[in-house]
Each structure stands twice: as structure tokens, then as C-alpha cells.
């Protein structure tokens, strides 16, 4: 099960393709809408396994960045990590909290989606 989550998130099915994913694998973005998701348990080609959508996770984060909360973040694929560098990235979210030089993780609110009150 992943352990990215920090606070409550939106989950959604999606297909495995291309490679197994592992859970709390950065998927995305999703052509159909342009969003991301975290893989919240493994799973094979061809099978639907639950994906957050939204919500507060921690993740890697490239380790010489610094950012205050509330930046946005790319994630780059070439290195599976968080980055306030943006180039040709796609925007995974926005910071929650600030990140210092030599911190290995951040926390990221995954598509800028906060949960309704009461969820």
C-alpha cells in the first residue's frame, strides 16, 4: 500500500499499461486529463488498480531545489522526483510546506485539488 498520502485524497481506477506499477508510483499525466496520479497499490498490465487523484502526498524531491509553500512543482519523470523547475515539466501540484537544500522528500498537493470540507 502506498505511504505517500499525507492527507485525504480523491481514488480513482486506472488500467495498467506499458510496465506493473508499484504502489505510491507518480502516473501521469493522464492524456484524457492532463492529470496526475499515485498508484496506491501494485498491480500488473491490464489490470484497474486504485490511484489517488488528489490529496497530500511526500514525495522524492530533487535535492538541491528550494521552495516556499504554496510554489508550483513539476515532477520529472527522468528521475521520478519533485522540481520548482518547470523547462518542458508538467505541473504536478502545489508545495505544502517549504523545502530546504539537501531535503530528500516534499510534500506536493497533488493537482491543486483540495478535498470538499467533509470528506
Not at 5 to 28: C, D, K, N, Q
Amino acid at each position: 500500500m502506498s505511504k505517500t498520502l499525507v492527507e485525504p485524497g480523491y481514488i480513482v481506477r486506472h488500467t495498467v499499461s506499458g510496465s506493473a506499477v508499484v504502489a505510491g508510483e507518480v502516473l501521469g499525466p493522464i492524456a484524457t486529463n492532463e492529470r496526475f496520479r499515485i498508484a496506491k497499490v501494485a498491480g500488473a498490465v491490464g489490470v484497474d488498480v486504485a490511484c489517488y487523484e488528489a490529496g497530500v502526498h511526500e514525495l522524492a524531491a530533487t535535492t538541491t531545489d528550494v521552495w516556499a509553500d504554496g510554489d508550483k512543482l513539476y515532477f520529472d519523470p527522468a528521475t521520478d522526483k519533485l522540481t520548482d523547475v518547470a523547462g518542458a515539466l508538467k505541473e504536478i501540484g502545489t508545495a505544502r510546506g517549504a523545502k530546504a537544500n539537501g531535503e530528500t522528500t516534499a510534500k506536493v498537493l497533488l493537482n491543486n485539488t483540495p478535498l470538499p470540507a467533509g470528506y
